[in-house]
Structure formats: structure tokens, C-alpha cells
């Protein structure tokens, strides 16, 4: 199942699909939210998602969510269904099995039909669109697959012009596949402001059926600051599914960075007491957000109660009350 769609706060949305005869299975929903109460990861939903079943791929969208950057996007890519988060949840949760869900539609008379994906905000205050939407049915799984991980990569600040150590991105082969899965020496390629900064370091790899194999990845920054780059490797032979393990980077040149202002929790660089002060010490009263945050304007980045509170959950150990 393939859609895309823009929405600025990934943990509100819950994404099911629903047969023609009417089974309805979660593609995935309130990622990052392991109790009731929880918001949910605050990354956007930005481009064009791809859901399938766990055999497939072992690329979870939880795991992505919480290696975005903040503010940022959960990666675009293939990732495999999971349940809807809330009470009882855990980051990341086990995926779910999407084809087993639909594995009684075994004619052409119960798959053809209209197939419903329904998408549920919720929660008020943000908006968003879906602006495509795509199924694709298949007799069986591709012959030729694997899964790879992480899809994100975050080097250590270290001086400029220093080699760091060499991540690895592991990927597994089933042992249903047919024949080896691929990487030569020059399978992977590096875009973005800072591509020169990161290499591949240029083994070829060939993962054989059941095993696992490493591609791996350095750091060097040219200066001091924000590095980042994204990184895209095209498998081998043709028709392997997926066609490219795609990893987005960054790391920084020069000195240790400094920790986030917990003190600025609207991230203007202004630690105005009437805005970021206000809205903490109503918390410590123990007002719950959303009437802590009552008749504060909040500035950007993080201008909205959801995004402030959401930066204080990731960076700042906020705990959200259990009660309202």
C-alpha cells in the first residue's frame, strides 16, 4: 500500500485499509504513543509512504520517527505495517502481519472491488492532505528480497578533517530468496549539502540467502558545523525488492555541541518569562499542556503548544501527567 501525504505531527494520524469485503487492518497509527494520554511522535509525515507485510521489509516507522530530526521528517521508504499505538504500547512495537490479515481474499471475485484507505487525525489543531494513493496486489512475495537497518545515522561531533569510526547499515537476506543480494563497490552514492563529508567505504558486498551483511559508513567533516548528506545504494541483480536502501546522515565538525535550552522551549532564542516561563512553571503547578498553554503565543520553530510540548518530551525529560 503506497500514499502520500503532508501532515505536520506523524503521531496523530492512523492509516487502516479496508477490503471489499470489509477487513480492516491498520497500516499503521499514533506512532510513538505507548500510553492513552501520549501525543505521539511530533515528526512530520512528509512525501511518499510504502506499507507492507513484515516479510518483506523489518523497517519500522517507529524506529524512523524517533530518529528524526527535530523539527523534521519521518524518511520517505518502504516500512512494514504496525499496530495503532496508546495504551500498552512500546517503541518500536512488533510489526504486523499484513498479508495474513487478507489471506482468506484468495479469488478474483473477493479482490476485485473498491479498497478503502481511511486516514483519522486524532487530534485538533493540525491539518494535512493526502495527495496520492496507490495498491498493489501480488500472488506472492517477491523472490529476491531483504531488509536493511538503520535508516538513520548519527555520527558524533569530532574535529574537521578527522575520520570517524565506520557505522555499519545491516542487511539481512531471507533464507527464501533464491540466489545472493548485492552492493558492489560502487553501489551507493551520496547527495546533500554536505555529501563529500561522508563516504561508503568502497567494499563490494554479496548477502546470501539467510545471512547478513554490512555496508559500511564514515564520517569527515571539511569544517566545523551541521553536516548532512543522505545516502542511496542500489541492490543487485534488477528486481529486488527494495531496489535501494536509502539512509539519511549527519554529524557536526569541531567541539562537543551544546545541550538544548530547556529554558527557551518555543526555540527563538528569547527566554521570555511570560512565554517559556509562564508555560513552565504552569506546568510544575501540574496544569496539564493544553491549559498550561492557554493565551501563550509561542514563536517558530516551535509555535504551537503541540511542537513545544513534543520538544520537551525528546529533549527535555517532560513527562506528560497521567491525568488531565
Known sequence: MTFGTAHPWGGDLTATLVSPT?????????????????????????????????AITSNNIWTAATNAPNPGSIMEGTYATTPVGGAGAVNPPTPTGFLAAYSTLTTAGVLNGTWTLQVIDNCANDTGAISAAS????????????????????????????????????????????QNVG???????????????????????????????????????????????????????????????IVQLDGAGGDALPPPNCYDVDGDGVMNPLVDGLFITRLQLGLPPGVAAN??????????????????????????????
Not at 558486498?205 to 555496508?215: C, E, I, K, Y
Open 295 to 324: 493565551n501563550i503565543a509561542f514563536q517558530s520553530p516551535r509555535n504551537s503548544a503541540k511542537k513545544v510540548v513534543g520538544f520537551m518530551l525528546e529533549r527535555c525529560g517532560y513527562v506528560v501527567p497521567s491525568t488531565p
Open 135 to 178: 495498491l498493489t496486489l501480488e500472488q506472492a512475495a517477491p523472490v529476491l528480497q531483504y531488509s536493511s537497518a538503520p535508516s538513520f545515522i548519527h555520527f558524533p561531533t569530532i574535529p574537521a578533517n578527522t575520520p570517524s569510526y565506520a557505522y555499519p547499515v545491516v542487511v539481512f537476506a531471507p533464507a527464501t530468496n533464491a
Open 22 to 54: 470489509g477487513i480492516s487492518f491498520p497500516l499503521f497509527g499514533r506512532i510513538g504513543a505507548v500510553s492513552v494520554s501520549a501525543v505521539g511522535s511530533s515528526a512530520d509525515l512528509s512525501g511518499n509512504y510504502v506499507f507492507v507485510d513484515p
Open 183 to 245: 552492493f558492489a563497490a560502487n553501489a551507493c552514492v551520496m547527495t546533500g549539502a554536505n555529501a563529500a563529508d561522508f563516504m561508503r567505504l568502497p567494499d563490494a558486498v554479496s548477502v546470501a540467502p539467510g545471512s547478513t551483511g554490512q555496508l559500511l559508513v564514515q564520517f569527515r567533516p571539511s569544517s566545523n558545523g551541521y553536516k548532512t548528506a543522505t545516502m542511496t545504494c542500489t541492490a543487485q541483480p534488477s528486481g529486488v525488492t527494495p531496489a535501494q536502501i
